[in-house]
């Protein structure tokens, strides 16, 4: 069954510092979005992304930051400075025109 | 705008007996509402969703969903609950009209199912 992975499941950064979070969506899908979610609260949009272009966006979602979709296959989401409050579980998710989401198993971002 | 409030932060029932999750949404025309269900350390299972139709709704696992639209409310049900059921529930919104297909969650239950 095809599923959506991530990259790394855990990072541990100093804070200040540049974070990259990857992931590969379901290959026919054309929606891509992220989520996080602290100490296992509620789960947080950030960003949703089709079309190579940002489709909406939380306020959560500042200039710190960033989503790519480098290639044909990954969907990456950068943190240009990290600090303490970013620390989270950061989710990938996919989805076909209107249909639900299927999320990653997540990466855990420790910012020290 | 669209929202889920899941007024029960926790569910405990004896394995065997009747699960409900409560959820109700707010949302601009008719709604698309989802169920996930979230294990220890691990991503966001999808359970079941509703768009039209029926308004019971058949997942995976053995639950099942009631669309109510009076109500404004799609509570999450299982008629005999096991112990491996224990993890936390979320239920999701989006209005099915929408141009963007992003889900916004409620806060989630975490169900405790006791042997």
């Known amino acids: 069954e095809p599923e959506v992975t991530q990259t790394p499941s855990h990072q541990v950064t100093q804070m200040g510092q540049e974070v990259i979070l990857r992931c590969v969506p379901i290959?026919?899908?054309?929606?891509f979005y992220w989520y996080r979610q602290i100490l296992g609260q509620k789960v947080e949009f950030l960003v949703s992304f089709y079309n190579n272009e940002i489709s909406e966006k939380s306020e959560i979602f500042d200039d710190q930051f960033s989503v790519e979709r480098p290639d044909g296959s990954n969907f990456t989401l950068k943190i240009r400075s990290t600090k303490l409050e970013d620390s989270a579980m950061y989710f990938c998710?996919?989805?076909?025109?209107?249909?639900?989401?299927?999320f990653g198993e997540g990466s855990r971002l420790t910012v020290l | 705008a669209q929202s889920v409030a899941q007024p029960e932060d926790q569910v405990n029932v004896a394995e065997g007996n009747p699960l409900t999750v409560k959820c109700t949404y707010s949302v601009s025309g008719n709604p698309y509402l989802f169920w996930y269900v979230q294990y220890p350390n691990r991503g966001l299972q999808f359970l079941l969703k509703y768009i039209t139709g029926d308004n019971l709704v058949k997942g995976s696992y053995g639950f099942e969903a009631e669309f109510n639209k009076s109500q404004t409310s799609f509570h999450l049900k299982k008629p005999s609950a096991l112990v491996s059921d224990s993890a936390l529930y979320f239920c999701a919104v989006r209005a099915l009209r929408s141009n963007d297909y992003k889900l916004s969650f409620g806060a989630g239950t975490t169900v405790t199912v006791r042997a």
């Open positions: 998710a996919s989805s076909r025109e209107g249909g639900e989401l299927f």
């Open positions: 290959s026919n899908h054309l929606y």
